[in-house]
């Protein structure tokens, strides 16, 4: 008894720490801490990969809304992704891909649609979709994966709620969740609460649409599989302290719970 006593005494700052905090917000500023000289160096190879690609683009691809689709060696899975990108019913868009140092496939012949790949695998997809929003100009941004999918309507929902008079800032639709066979699994719809986003990791960067300002930049640490919270996150969270952040509880993407994925698992 005593010894449970002990254990739980010992436990006891942590415990009040997490109610008072959540765990989620406690974990990231510990990854802030352990992971720092990661972001450094992720920072200068992201700088340096901007500078390169933005040489070889004749201009910024520039729209209403650009669309981040980060991907790592996924051909087939990326063709569906950015066939899904391309067929929204909201035309005034540019796909930017940035591929991972991997390579790309043929991809369409689209004017909308533009490919760069990062000159060595960075492990890190805070920093390849940092890349795509910096190599693109637009009023939104959104961000695709390779391996989800969007239904025609994903920015045209987005859109209607962001272009209202007195919109938000930012907004994120339900995610139908896919398993690998191709059924359904549940549809994932949470309103935004900040406290409660402390607490529970309802947020995906596959549905958020968001005005284009400075906080819009992924965290550059890098995150293995084991690191929690993830990257979309850190990112709405972040984004949501000064701008407004607004739940539409509509199912416009497809998003595949692959525990083989490169970047997140569920």
Known sequence: MSGTVARRTARAPWTLLKAVFGWLVLFEARNKILLAPSAVRLRRTEDAETRRLAAG???PPSALVATVIATHRRPEALLAAVG???SQSVTDQVVMVVDD??????LPDDPRLFAVSLAANTGTAGVVRNVGIRLTRSRYVAFLDDDNLWEPDH?????EVLESPGGPDGVYTALRRVLPDGT?????SVPYDRRRAARESFLDTNAFVARRTR????SRLRRTPEVMPREDWELIRRYARRH????????T???LMNPASFYTRW
Not at 155 to 159: G, Q, S, T, V
Not at 184 to 188: G, K, N, R
Request: charged residues 20%; aromatic residues 8%; hydrophobic residues 50%.
């Open 57 to 59: 683009l004749p201009a």
């Open 84 to 86: 899904s990108a391309l």
């Open 101 to 106: 140092g991997a390579g790309l496939p043929e």
């Open 155 to 159: 920015l045209a929902r987005a859109l």
């Open 184 to 188: 359904d699994h549940d549809v994932l």
């Open 215 to 218: 906080a819009l930049r992924f």
């Open 244 to 251: 407004r952040v607004r739940h539409v509880p509509y199912p």
């Open 253 to 255: 993407v497809r998003y």
